[in-house]
Structure formats: structure tokens, C-alpha cells
């Protein structure tokens, strides 16, 4: 359906925007749109207490799990924060609580150029999570995941190039990028090579922001994140993440299943980790044009970290079950990231431990989800 009119963070219509800025939506223009305004549903209570350089932030697929942990540590850190989302009516516990927190909420689709015209002039600093993940997923619905991966990240380019060049863009890429590399540590300049649509998408998406910073002048840093986990994970979506569906079942007393037999090591990741990581890249300059690997730099066999996880929950159980036909076509192998550049260049190193990180993980989910 055609995107519906609605105030915009400075209480114009986007629509209207947009067509000042001359901006059109070149491209696939006749794929429709679900559930793409742009209406602001809520504001501050209060004013936010602002962060030294008084910045203005959108986190564009704020709900999702890492959106979630980032807008929430972007909140402690005093930036006014404004949550961009596809869907109001499936967040609307989410919303309520980032309306008592001084987050502000707008509704509005990646792929809509009216949408995006409005975020872009009304920020400093856009972080852009939107999109589909998983490896399978793409390769099953490859469609979706062009549309959303590829053509909302240009749609938003253009928003930028057309009405307001100025904002930093912290994109989040994966390490399904570099595709299969051995079991040594992996750093930025490691030849990439995606064995899924999702990992061609991303790697992608990177090579437009990279044209946009040469032919435009746009601002952007790139964070290929490993595995992450943890508290705050929608609970529409317990499958995503190898780790936290893990935990899921475990404290449901349910079969922990295994593929093949689990000897693939994963850098698995604290989601406040990944959330401070990010925050760093969009407030540091030297991250300018720049990408970073976000992990941990220490490797755990999948197999391993099933039975540390039923071990520390007292319930589940592992069991080593065939691969799927897809799932072992798109299987990367090991993966343990080199993070010393992003060490190096901007100060950021992990602080959660795994067992701690599970540990928290283990709490909120005995909160969280019934037996």
C-alpha cells in the first residue's frame, strides 16, 4: 500500500519533504510497501540530557535485537535518540517503554524515500540495522532479502544525497562476508567470499556506501559483526542466534539440537559489547570510511557451547542431528575475528566474558519465558 502521511520529527509531512528535496524512488519502484509512514508516535516526556556535541540519533530498525541494546546504551550516554521503525502495531510494548525513557519513535520503511528524507534531515548520526538476517533465509526468500538489504540501503543514500549530506551512517555488516577462511583469526583485508544472498547483500550494501563516500562525499563506518547474544532478544524471534536459541530451549528442559558434529568454532558476543562498538564507531572521526571486525577474537566449538549451556542452565540436553541440505551448502566453517584494528584505532575491546555473558543470558530468559 502507498505510504500513509504523517508528521515527521520536525512536524512536517514526509511526503511533503521529500518533494521539496526533489527526491523520487528510483528504484523498483513497483515492489509495494508494507506499513511505510512516517509518523512520530511519541516524544520525550521530558528532554533528553544531551550529550556534549548535542547530537541527534536514529537507530533505523531500533527493535530488533541489536537496535534494542543500542538504543538503550545510546539513551545512558545522554544522545537524543529516535527509534525508526517498519511497524508500529507489532512494538507496541516497545514503544511504551521508549516513550517513558525519552526515546522518540517514527514510523517508516527503509524502502520508502519520503520516510527516509524525513530521518535524514532531522539527524546527526544514523545507525542502519534494518534488513533481513540468516544465512538460509536469504537463499529461501532471496527476493526479500535483496529488496530490504540492497534497495532500502540505496533508497537511503539517495535520501541522503538528495536533501542532507551531513549525517555519519554506521552500517551493520556480518562476517558471513568473508565466507569460508580456516581456523585462523580474521582480519579486515581478508579476501571475501559470501557463500549466501545475505553475505552478497551486505558486502554489497558496503561497496554502495564506499561509492556514495567517493562520489559524495557521505560519511560511514562499516561493523562486521561475528555471533551475538544475550539479554533483549524479541521474543517474536527466539530462532535468531545461534546462542540465544541455545538457551531458549535449555530452560524450556527441550533438546538442544546440533548439526553435524559441532567442531566449528563461532566468536560469540556479548550484545552490550556489540552495542558499545557501535556507539564508538558513530562518534569517533577516525572511523570515517573505515571497517572494523566486532567480536571477541576467541573461538568456541558449537558443540561446546551447547553443552556449557545446558551445564549452567541444570536442564536440556545435546544432541548431535544431521545438517539440513541448505543450512550445510551455506555453512562457513570456522570463524574467529581479529579485532585489533578496531582495538587499535578507536580504544573498544570487549568486557563481558562468555561465561558472564551466559550467565545474564540464562537470567533473563528464566524471566522471560515460560517452561
Not at 538503550?72 to 521508549?98: F, K, N, P, Y
Not at 527516509?116 to 537463499?139: E, K
Not at 558513530?282 to 556449557?308: H, I, K, Q, W
Request: aromatic share 6%; with cysteine.
Amino acid at each position: 500500500r502507498a505510504p500513509a502521511r504523517g508528521r515527521s520529527v520536525r512536524g512536517r509531512t514526509a511526503h511533503s519533504h521529500a518533494a521539496r528535496a526533489g527526491i523520487r524512488d528510483r528504484v523498483a519502484p513497483t515492489i509495494p510497501l508494507r506499513g511505510a509512514s512516517a509518523l512520530l508516535v511519541c516524544r520525550a516526556k521530558e528532554p533528553p540530557v544531551s550529550v556534549s556535541s548535542n547530537r541527534r540519533v536514529a537507530v533505523i530498525g531500533g527493535f530488533g535485537f541489536i537496535g534494542l541494546a543500542l538504543t538503550q546504551h545510546l539513551r545512558r550516554l545522554g544522545a537524543h535518540v529516535t527509534v525508526v521503525t517498519r511497524s508500529l502495531d507489532a512494538h507496541r510494548d516497545a514503544i511504551a517503554g521508549c516513550e517513558a525513557h525519552g526515546v522518540g519513535v517514527v514510523e517508516g520503511d527503509l524502502r520508502d524515500s519520503a520516510a527516509m528524507a524525513a530521518v535524514v534531515s532531522a539527524h546527526d548520526v544514523l545507525f542502519n540495522l534494518a534488513g533481513q538476517s540468516g544465512a538460509v533465509r536469504s537463499m529461501e526468500d532471496p527476493w526479500t532479502d535483496l529488496d530490504v538489504n540492497l534497495r532500502g540501503n540505496l533508497v537511503l543514500l539517495e535520501a541522503m544525497r538528495a536533501s542532507n549530506r551531513a549525517p555519519k551512517i554506521v552500517f551493520v555488516g556480518s562476517r558471513l562476508e568473508y565466507g569460508r577462511v580456516g581456523d585462523a583469526p580474521v582480519n579486515e583485508e581478508h579476501p571475501l567470499d559470501p557463500l549466501c544472498l545475505h553475505a552478497v547483500h551486505k558486502l554489497t550494501a558496503e561497496k554502495y556506501l564506499r561509492l556514495y563516500e567517493q562520489l559524495f562525499g557521505l560519511r560511514f563506518a562499516v561493523a562486521r559483526v561475528t555471533n551475538p547474544y544475550g539479554p533483549g532478544q524479541p521474543r517474536t524471534r527466539t530462532a535468531y542466534g545461534v546462542v540465544n536459541r541455545m538457551i531458549h530451549l535449555a530452560v524450556t528442559d527441550d533438546t538442544v539440537p546440533v548439526y553435524g558434529d559441532g567442531r566449528q568454532r563461532r566468536d560469540y558476543i556479548y550484545i552490550d559489547d556489540v552495542a558499545a562498538a557501535l556507539a564508538r564507531l558513530g562518534e569517533s572521526a577516525v572511523s570515517d570510511g573505515r571497517t572494523y571486525n566486532v567480536g571477541t577474537g576467541v573461538g568456541t566449538r558449537l558443540v561446546d557451547m551447547a553443552r556449557r549451556v545446558t551445564e549452567l542452565a541444570g536442564s536440556g540436553r545435546v544432541e548431535l542431528v544431521d545438517w539440513p541440505p541448505l543450512a550445510e551448502q551455506v555453512e562457513t566453517g570456522d570463524f574467529v575475528a581479529d579485532i585489533s584494528r578496531i582495538r587499535r584505532e578507536l580504544g573498544w575491546q570487549p568486557a563481558v566474558s562468555l561465561d558472564e555473558g551466559l550467565q545474564r543470558t540464562l537470567a533473563f530468559y528464566r524471566a522471560h519465558v515460560a517452561s
